[in-house]
């Protein structure tokens, strides 16, 4: 597959979303398809961020903070080869300091549901620390962005990953 920007094609995606919202899968398929690095946000929190999340308390913007930073620290050193990297980054604060100082371009992907879908999906879910309790709270703290490629979760990881493809490379 050839693309018709590489020139301008963006080194970091963020994946964002919810939890339960597909991040992950469609991260990883995305950085395979691209050759890129792929980060899986969640592996990157704090043992306390991981406490307090499990303990079904939402995680409040000082708690964030560390955990911003070393993303976006993650990005800056994969400027060159390449990097996806999964988080919620549920307002526009968080992306602001996600995309701080990338100069090769970045893209952001919104992986959209309501709290229908990703609540089915949560109580498929097994071993995360992400309790099903918290899921309001993230949906109460999201502030939708406005320049981000944007695609609905009930599409499958492949069609999305193939839409987001489209819309930014071709």
């Known amino acids: 597959m050839e693309f018709k920007h590489s020139m301008n094609r963006p080194k970091t995606i963020y994946v964002m979303g919810v939890s339960g919202s597909g991040k992950s899968t469609v991260g990883s398929l995305l950085a395979e398809r691209l050759?890129?690095?792929f980060f899986d946000g969640d592996d990157f929190?704090?043992?306390?961020?991981i406490i307090k999340m499990s303990r079904g308390e939402a995680l409040n913007?000082?708690?964030?903070?560390?955990w911003l930073e070393r993303l976006n620290q993650i990005a800056k050193e994969h400027e060159e080869t390449g990097a996806v990297i999964v988080c919620s980054a549920l307002k526009e604060t968080y992306r602001k300091q996600l995309k701080k100082g990338l100069?090769?371009?970045f893209e952001l992907l919104y992986l959209k549901g309501n709290i229908d879908a990703i609540r089915e999906r949560l109580l498929s879910r097994k071993g995360h620390f992400m309790p099903l309790e918290l899921l309001q709270s993230q949906f109460d703290t999201l502030e939708e962005p406005?320049?981000?490629i944007i695609i609905s979760i009930l599409k499958n990881p492949e069609q999305i990953v193939n839409e987001?493809?489209?819309?930014?490379?071709?």
């Open 146 to 148: 406005s320049n981000a």
């Open 103 to 105: 100069e090769n371009g």
């Open 35 to 37: 050759g890129y690095a």
């Open 45 to 49: 929190h704090p043992k306390s961020n």
């Open 164 to 170: 987001f493809m489209e819309r930014v490379f071709f």
């Open 61 to 66: 913007d000082t708690d964030r903070q560390g």
